[in-house]
């Protein structure tokens, strides 16, 4: 076999090679991000958080927007920061409205996570004619549309050496907090499994409730900064409380309630993706926005189940069981 | 390596800055000029937005007091958040009829049908699966809000359509509106005003005690869906002034403003619609004044600006007074450990603020059926009503 050969033999087909270039980053970045939210989430509605995460998703808004404005870049290391610190602020606050204000809870939730987003917003538009870089339309959909990858024209070129050097960070960045999160997941299993159902005894056995919880949170901010990028924040918000919701109304079982939520979580990622940049442009003419498919995949998922569970009861579950 | 790069899809970037209802020319600097929009003398136009939106944050506060003590706050949320759905469907259907001009109320029809969608999904979802009604609020309204970004996505290649306006109702802008859009909005939200006065006992007893309100006769479910439909109204009034994603907090925060300075239902709804007021009169003549200033963070800002002050003031439940309660408490227990029992016997049950008229550490007592009698009907403490943590002190 000639050398020419040998490279014709190796090298990607065109069509595949222009769905990698233009397809395959974002489809990666949405599917691991959609997967972490789905697996964080997960801890967040069985502990009855799911506004939670919402509120989070909201209010780390501000702290995004300063550390931008302050470092001029979408370094992920300052963002975080200032992501966190909202987060913290607003957890803080939420607090001591509850305390001291004796507002029940949603209201105070409600009240902190809408005030942090209408201060984020509002920072944005007035720095809006001098920062492009961060506008409100990634806070509200990404921008999965720019991380296409100068894909090398063979596969060796890909397997090889520097083949991944053309490739956006942003999803390789979400694969390992996919990564990171199974991991700790996996490794603090029994001890999220005490915790989530009975924190009490946790405590008594020398458990850290508040350390798990706080251990979570902190994933879960690191989550919401870095699917910024892939969904948008608010679209995060459905990928971490529709997929856990989808799973729990389907199974009893801790071990496959996670896992089928982050399966789900994955699937509407690819699914999303696929429907809304290669079957939407087939059926309406154009692509549509893509991780607002996500999420409306998402929903969809969460409805049919509902109402399948429905039926499988002949009515309400137990109200013991709610979530 | 992208991070130069800007949003591809530029909604609010590519509109025009929202200067048209610009700092006047006799104006001398930006504070004359924001004093000057603030006592209405901002032109004929600004003044119709900004008296409609004084209206709305009334109805605002009024609407938003009942939702809160009914502990249904958040519904407004996902109504909000839906209603992107509709709207870019309404957009659409008009569209595809070959209507150019965006004509609000049929966009304000297709956002009061996804709220109402959105309200029943919850109702649904917390009344027949395991869900709780916080997990159903936060997946229907943000996967609601998901569908709505994509049949947003989808107007943006309708061509032809004047598609102006339509991203605005995200966040909210005073600036593009017409007077015959703040009409609109007045007359709603004077609605909304007129039947929550109108059904202002029934609502109360309603919020207090479901059960007591229940045997009296009273349609509760009907009240509730009333209660959401209310919701529902100021929602849409407040779709363009105040944006969809924002226009929850302005039921939420002129209500909890209120419940820190009374216990009681009357004044607590005329404080939460002072409140309303005031945040929208502020906020909207400051994004008047200020270029690229969106007006719905504006007056979301200053109801949470007002809500922070009462935090720190308010008599009886605000940080200052518990931390003088407190500083009382500990000297009368220095007292007690000085002089025995008799000085403790004046000094020793914490006094308590000048507002708490009612029992105001009443609320195990008041919310059990014990205290269901008409007293409650009318104006009971409203410690009774959500489930406030007292004694957390």
Known sequence: MSDTDERAADAIPAGLHEFMTLDLMPMVAVTASAATLALLGSFLVLRRQAMLGDAMA??????????????????????????????????????????????????????????????????????????????????????????????????????????????????????????????????????????????????????????????????????????????????????LTCPPATARLLTDRMGPYVMLSVGLGAAAGVLGYLLATQAAPLLLGASVDASGSVATLSGLGLALSAALSHRRRGGSGPAAARL | MFDGSRCPIAWLGSAPPATSLRALPEASGPLEAWLQVLSFGGGYNTNVVLLGAILLGISAGAVGSFAMLKGRALVADAI????????????????????????????????????????????????????????????????????????????????????????????????????????????????ALGATLALYRVLTAVAFNERFAHARGLPVRLLDTILAALVGAVAMAGLQAVGMLLVAALLVAPAATARLWTTRVAPMVLVAAAAGAGAAWIGASLSAVTPNAPAGPLIILSAAAAFLVSLLIAPDRGIFSGWLRHRQVAAAARRLAAGGPAAAANSGSAPTGPASAGPASAGPASAGPASAGPASAGAGPADAGPPADEGSR
């Open chain 2, 80 to 191: 909000s958040h839906a209603s992107l759905v509709g709207v870019g469907s309404a957009f659409l259907l008009q569209a595809a009829a070959g209507q150019q001009e965006r004509s609000m109320p049929l966009l304000m029809l297709g956002a009061a049908l996804a709220g109402t969608c959105a309200v029943v999904s919850i109702e649904w979802i917390t009344r027949h699966t395991r869900l709780s009604a916080e997990t159903a609020v936060a997946t229907v309204s943000s996967a609601s809000f998901g569908a709505g970004i994509v049949v947003l996505s989808a107007t943006r290649r309708v061509s032809g359509a004047d598609r102006a306006g339509l991203d605005e109702l995200i966040f909210g802008s005073t600036a593009s509106m017409t007077s015959a859009d703040a009409m609109l909005m007045a007359i709603l939200a004077v609605a």
């Open chain 1, 58 to 239: 909201h209010s780390v808004l501000p702290g995004l927007v300063i550390a931008f404005l302050l470092t001029g870049s979408r370094a992920a290391g300052p963002m975080f920061a200032g992501a966190t610190a909202a987060a913290a602020l607003s957890g803080l606050a939420i607090g001591a409205i509850i305390r001291h204000g004796r507002v029940e809870r949603s209201a105070a939730i409600g009240l902190v996570y809408t005030t942090m987003f209408a201060l984020g917003v509002l920072l944005l538009e007035l720095n809006g004619g001098a920062n492009v870089d961060l506008d409100v339309d990634c806070v509200l959909s990404g921008q999965l549309e720019l991380m296409f990858w100068n894909v090398p024209s063979t596969w060796a070129g890909v397997f090889g050496e520097g083949g991944l050097d053309g490739a956006p960070p942003q999803p390789l960045r979400l694969v390992g907090l996919l990564v990171i999160s199974c991991v700790a997941v996996a490794v603090g299993w029994p001890l999220l499994r005490a915790v989530a159902f009975d924190p009490a005894f946790a405590r008594s056995r020398g458990l850290h409730p508040t350390m798990v919880a706080a251990a979570l949170m902190v994933l879960t901010t690191l989550a919401i900064v870095l699917s910024f990028d892939a969904v948008g924040s608010i679209l995060a918000i459905a990928l």
